[in-house]
């Protein structure tokens, strides 16, 4: 059921976390250097990474199937993260309602 004036009002005002990480051009390994960018799209965290790294779109290879940005030297991968906040309870907390186990 749509109600007026909300039909893709949530979907605009979404903004999800994804996670820059540089990687070694030659192995593929992780540098170490990671960038958060928050965006609506995949497409808007690439052009948020452009701009932290102070380039453009045209200087860069950008291979959207693999989310992949190569500028001169660089290799830049683009991966989702979570988008809710971090939970305060442990993680064996949080598994153990999960795995429907009885703790006494």
Do not use: N
């Given at each position: 059921?749509?109600?007026?004036?909300?039909?893709?009002?949530?979907?605009?005002?979404?903004?999800?976390?994804?996670?820059?990480?540089?990687?070694?051009?030659?192995?593929?390994?992780r540098?170490?250097?990671?960038?958060?960018?928050?965006?609506?799209?995949?497409?808007?965290?690439?052009?948020?990474?452009?701009?932290?790294?102070?380039?453009?779109?045209?200087?860069?290879?950008?291979?959207?199937?693999?989310?992949?940005?190569?500028?001169?030297?660089q290799?830049?991968?683009?991966?989702?993260?979570?988008?809710?906040?971090?939970?305060?309870?442990?993680?064996?907390?949080?598994?153990?309602?999960?795995?429907?186990?009885?703790?006494?």
């Open positions: 059921m749509r109600h007026a004036g909300h039909s893709g009002e949530l979907y605009r005002s979404c903004i999800a976390i994804f996670k820059a990480i540089e990687l070694d051009p030659a192995s593929r390994q540098t170490g250097r990671e960038h958060a960018l928050e965006a609506e799209t995949r497409q808007a965290a690439i052009d948020e990474l452009l701009g932290l790294l102070q380039t453009t779109a045209a200087e860069a290879r950008i291979d959207p199937t693999r989310t992949l940005v190569q500028l001169h030297s290799l830049w991968t683009i991966v989702g993260s979570s988008s809710s906040p971090p939970s305060t309870e442990p993680s064996s907390l949080r598994r153990a309602g999960a795995k429907h186990r009885r703790v006494y």
